[in-house]
């Protein structure tokens, strides 16, 4: 059974997760020798506040959150893979990414940069031997989903998946190395809209909001 958390149990960083990216690393690597993979995947959405740029503790969360500690992550494992030759950084980013969220400005705009930051570890990196991988997931039936208070008839909960659902089909993905890795027919489609006609996915997502 889910529990809906209440809106103030959203959490938001104060300091860098640079110690904790760090921390993992040397855990795995005594536990299990140097590592082959690197999933990060933590995130936070935060309150939805519409209409609002939000206010820069906000901003400084999502980034150290959403993009930094994937560079910590990336510098902590990076160089003893590519001395191997060999190794795969798999980033979470999401829908939103591909998209935008207008009731969340910071999740929005970090998402985007996780997912650039993404491509340019694979354009840089890839001819070097890592394999590298941005999960794009919709919404998951998860506290990140719930604490948005959506009443439990919502769509977004009726169509949202489990994780052990969304976990299979990510295992599925790593196997096959797409370098974009999506979960729903929704992110296909943003994707294809933005890139056929951009000031229409433009003028389209402005028209939900009204």
């Not at 855990?27 to 206010?55: C, H, K, M, T």
């Not at 994780?163 to 196997?175: K, N």
Request: aromatic share 8%; glycine share 6%.
């Amino acid at each position: 059974m889910w529990r809906r958390p209440s809106a103030g149990s959203a959490w938001w960083p104060t300091s860098a997760p640079r110690k904790g990216v760090q921390a993992v690393a040397r855990l795995a690597r005594s536990a299990y020798g140097e590592i082959d993979l690197w999933f990060s995947n933590a995130g936070v959405a935060g309150p939805r506040q519409p209409g609002e740029i939000q206010d820069n503790a906000r901003w400084d969360s999502a980034w150290l959150l959403h993009v930094m500690s994937h560079v910590y992550a990336a510098r902590a494992v990076l160089p003893a893979m590519l001395d191997r030759g060999d190794g795969y950084l798999l980033q979470t980013a999401s829908l939103v990414a591909l998209s935008t969220q207008v009731d969340k400005a910071t999740y929005s705009v970090s998402k985007h940069a996780a997912l650039a930051l993404s491509e340019w570890l694979a354009v840089t990196y890839r001819p070097k031997g890592i394999k590298v991988s941005c999960f794009c997931p919709g919404a998951m039936l998860t506290p990140m989903l719930l604490v948005n208070g959506l009443p439990e008839d919502h769509p977004a909960l009726r169509a949202a998946p489990r994780p052990e659902q969304v976990a299979d089909r990510l295992v599925a993905a790593i196997d096959s190395e797409r370098f974009l890795i999506l979960d729903s027919d929704v992110a296909r489609e943003e994707l294809l809209s933005k890139a056929t006609d951009y000031e229409g996915w433009v003028n389209r997502a402005a028209a939900r909001q009204t």
